[in-house]
């Protein structure tokens, strides 16, 4: 499995939240792709949006309910087109898998296209270790393993470098004179892949649907390297979660609605790659071998949660991400693993153990943005919900201790909010000591005890010059 450093979520959000650079990168983008989406949805009225939303969420409420049923049928469908299936319960043995695959078949170079859950697995280590060379040829990805680090958003892995970082690398990666026209830098990427694709004896996909009524792999991509992954070498490998089948192509039409408007924007994406099979006999193109290797490595357990299973649902749009307040801060390698943002934060705790990501469910200022922006209406805050709920009655000694000071902050909040002369004399001495030191006054922002986390990064607010109940008894209430 990929290398987890969820518990350094504190202190690698506090060095993400100095880094000027990434935060202008993460406005920018977050900015533009929840823009385009809003168009996007614009154009179809939000009361077609929201049946469409709707139809989604019922057909992965009804297929996760039922997922081995359609993982039966999938795997029936895969092996009457001539393929092979594979199931691994863990990364272990999804790696063992594609490993002795290419061992079988002498294979020395692996083109990549379209796989979060390779990154999951850690494959790339795994095989470069035997041998072999390992080549990603999604733009972005390519960027980040040329910088040998790892995806920071979902659909965008390299949102967080800079034209001219990416420059850079070009040219002390591969030889070429410095330049940050971005077809210029495409170009470059492009020449430097082709080969690639030429000499690959195997090409490995992720998938963004199975389809169980054909037993077809989908991927949706905007870049044709997809399809030169899936159909240029002798052998195809897809790698998918089990959560990603749906039942029909009829269903996989209300999700190629969704799925490119939600992520980027667009009415649909440049290609749609469906792969039923390996070559047939007068088929032009295509693999000569096709696996499908079908990943668990914790998914069960979110499955066997009632509180937890709806997190299956989720497409991979990364829509929740680009309106994350938390995400548009951080980014993404603050999360410590794969999947960041907020459907990481459940995601993650639910694959890798609620101890190892204790602080991504407290990752949240539960403002449902990310619930109002998921295409198939997942209620994220609720289950982020669970999740500390699930924290604060464990036997942890430190949770235990951290439950019994929100206790008492709560009770202590309480008291003051049902108690009228409390609640003035709080108001009265807040606007006293905060108005010094709001933006503007004598003192100005500083780190102040006990909340020094945030007041370290962000300005206190100035006080309004009149209090709601203030304006309450001499305006408002006139007209009652």
Not at 50 to 57: D, F, H, L, V
Not at 303 to 311: F, I, K, N, Y
Not at 424 to 439: D, E
Request: net charge neutral; hydrophobic share 40%.
């Amino acid at each position: 499995m990929a290398e987890v450093a969820t518990r350094q979520f504190v202190p690698a959000s506090q060095a993400a939240v100095k880094d000027a650079q990434l935060r202008q990168a993460l406005r920018r983008a977050g900015s533009g792709f929840d823009g385009t989406r809003r168009e996007a949805i614009a154009e179809v009225s939000e009361e077609v949006w929201e049946g469409w939303r709707e139809q989604a969420r019922s057909i992965k409420e009804h297929t996760i309910g039922h997922l081995d049923y359609y993982l039966a049928m999938l795997e029936r469908n895969v092996q009457s087109a001539g393929g092979q299936v594979h199931f691994a319960r863990d990364a272990q043995q999804a790696n063992a898998i594609v490993s002795e695959i290419a061992r079988q078949n002498g294979v020395r170079t692996i083109t990549k296209s379209k796989s979060m859950v390779s990154e999951e697995l850690g494959l790339n280590h795994v095989l470069e270790a035997q041998g072999i060379d390992v080549f990603e040829t999604d733009l972005g990805e390519y960027i980040i393993q040329l910088a040998e680090e790892t995806p920071s958003h979902l659909v965008a892995p390299a949102l967080h470098k800079t034209r001219g970082q990416v420059a850079q690398l070009f040219a002390e990666q591969l030889g070429v004179p410095y330049s940050e026209d971005i077809e210029e830098m495409a170009r470059v990427a492009r020449v430097a892949l082709r080969q690639k694709f030429l000499e690959a004896d195997m090409g490995v996909s992720g998938a963004n649907f199975l389809v169980a009524e054909t037993g077809s792999l989908v991927i949706i991509t905007n870049e044709g390297n997809g399809r030169l992954c899936t159909s240029a070498p002798r052998i195809h490998v897809g790698l998918a979660g089990m959560e990603k089948v749906i039942p029909s192509l009829q269903d996989l039409a209300v999700f190629l609605r969704l799925l490119p408007r939600s992520a980027t924007g667009q009415r649909i994406s440049s290609y749609v790659s469906m792969v039923t099979g390996p070559k047939r006999s007068d088929d032009e193109d295509g693999a000569e071998q096709f696996h499908l290797i079908i990943v668990d490595n914790g998914r069960s357990r979110l499955l066997r949660d009632p509180a937890l299973r709806e997190s299956l649902y989720c497409i991979r749009c990364g829509a929740c991400l680009n309106v994350c307040p938390i995400y548009q801060r951080v980014g993404g390698h603050a999360y410590g693993w794969v999947y960041p943002g907020p459907i990481g934060s459940i995601v993650t705790p639910g694959l890798v153990g609620v101890a190892e990501a204790k602080d991504l469910p407290n990752a949240s200022t539960l403002c449902g943005a990310c619930r109002d922006a998921c295409p198939v209406q997942i209620n994220i805050p609720r289950m982020l919900l669970h999740l500390r709920s699930q924290q604060a009655e464990s036997n942890d000694e430190t949770q235990r201790t951290a439950s019994d000071t929100d206790r008492l902050l709560a009770r202590g909040f309480a008291n003051v909010m049902s108690s009228p002369w409390l609640l003035r004399l709080g108001r009265t001495m807040g606007r006293m000591v905060s108005r010094p030191l709001a933006r503007g006054g004598k003192i100005g922002p500083t780190r102040l005890p006990l909340i020094s986390r945030w007041t370290q990064t962000r300005d206190l607010p100035v006080p309004a010059e009149r209090s709601f109940r203030d304006r309450w008894r001499d305006e408002l209430s006139r007209g009652n």
